[in-house]
Every structure is written in structure tokens, then in C-alpha cells.
């Protein structure tokens, strides 16, 4: 008898055949990675087919592929990550869809899937950059509206670009250039020899 996650897994492919890249399980969850340009259509559907039912929309998260593994990863490095719930079916499913743009990340919204998506794209674009498209208020959520970058980028400094500070002379907080130098912060592992060889 097949589980729910296989019943899952073996529908999506059979229901959504041109618009769904690639299915994977992997440990008891399952994910299905969408093109760009199918992810509104894809989601709605997700939403309304009776063998979905994705109700809720419980998160969506930016991720920075850009150093994934030990090696560089092929392929682009932005994208969003959808993690939906039927409360009808009992099941759970991650969705993952690529920004095809590297230099310029943009994925279309589902804020009219699922109204509660507003606050997690703004996160997504604030804290990575991605740009969601058919948003009614994209803008930043997290940090200052006059912050430069997006600090969840992998190449985004530790110690950032600016600092703010409170100036007594002039009597308000102002932003100056960071201070501080940057650093590698590299953690030192002291092993002893025989570490690994089972001795």
C-alpha cells in the first residue's frame, strides 16, 4: 500500500506533466521544483485540484545557491521556496522555483494564490534580493529602507557596508562606513592523529 508522500509524489508528475520539472522525496518530504514562468498557474492548481487541496501557504523562503556543496554549483543561484499544507489530504510540499537571472533575480508572485505570501516575498526580496513581480508592495521589511544590499547573500560581508551612530555634536543617528576591519572568521579544529581512523 502506498503512503501518502508516494501517492503525493507519483500524482504530481501525472496531473501536472508540463509544468512540473522534477519531483524528489527525501527524507519523508516531498519537493517539486516549477519553471518561472509556470509557478502561478502551477500553484493555483495546487490549490483547487482535489487531489491537492494545498490550502495554506506556510512559508516562502529565499535561498542563495551560489556556494551549495563542496563544489560550485551549475546553474542559477537564486531561488524561492514554497512550503504549503492540505489540511483536506494531510500532506505537506515544498516547491522550489529558480530566478533564471542571476545578476537580477525575478520570480512572479502568488500573493493572489495566497494573500498571506505579501510579508514572506517582501522578506525574501529585503533579505536576498529577489524581486517578485505582480507584488502590490514590494519593499523592504526587515532593515532600514536606506540599507544597501541584502545580507543573506553569501557575499554579502559579515561586517556589512555601513554603521550607524548616534552623533552627539549633531544630535540625531547617522551612517558612516564601516570601521572595522574585515576578517576571515575561519574556526581552528584541533584533531588528535588518529581522528577518523577507527583506532
Request: contains cysteine; aromatic residues 10%.
Amino acid at each position: 500500500m502506498a503512503t501518502r508522500i508516494e501517492t503525493l509524489a507519483a500524482a504530481l508528475p501525472a496531473v501536472l506533466a508540463d509544468r512540473i520539472a522534477s519531483v524528489t522525496v527525501a527524507l519523508g518530504e516531498v519537493t517539486a521544483e516549477v519553471a518561472s514562468e509556470d509557478l502561478g498557474a502551477t500553484m493555483r492548481l495546487l490549490r483547487e485540484r482535489p487531489e491537492f487541496r494545498f490550502e495554506m501557504l506556510l512559508d516562502v523562503c529565499g535561498v542563495d545557491y551560489s556556494t551549495y556543496g563542496a563544489a560550485e554549483r551549475k546553474g542559477p543561484r537564486f531561488a524561492a521556496v514554497y512550503h504549503l499544507l492540505s489540511l483536506a489530504n494531510n500532506a505537506r510540499l515544498r516547491v522550489r522555483v529558480f530566478a533564471a537571472d542571476d545578476a537580477f533575480p525575478v520570480i512572479p508572485s502568488v500573493i493572489d494564490v495566497w494573500p498571506v505570501a505579501n510579508w514572506f516575498e517582501r522578506e525574501a526580496f529585503d533579505l536576498y534580493g529577489i524581486v517578485f513581480t505582480g507584488h502590490p508592495d514590494l519593499r523592504r521589511l526587515l532593515t532600514d529602507y536606506g540599507f544597501i544590499g541584502h545580507p543573506f547573500r553569501k557575499d554579502f560581508p559579515i561586517s556589512g557596508h555601513v554603521e550607524m551612530r548616534y552623533d552627539p555634536e549633531q544630535g540625531r543617528v547617522i551612517y558612516q562606513p564601516v570601521s572595522i576591519e574585515p576578517r576571515e572568521i575561519t574556526p581552528r579544529v584541533i584533531r588528535e592523529t588518529t581522528y577518523g581512523t577507527g583506532e
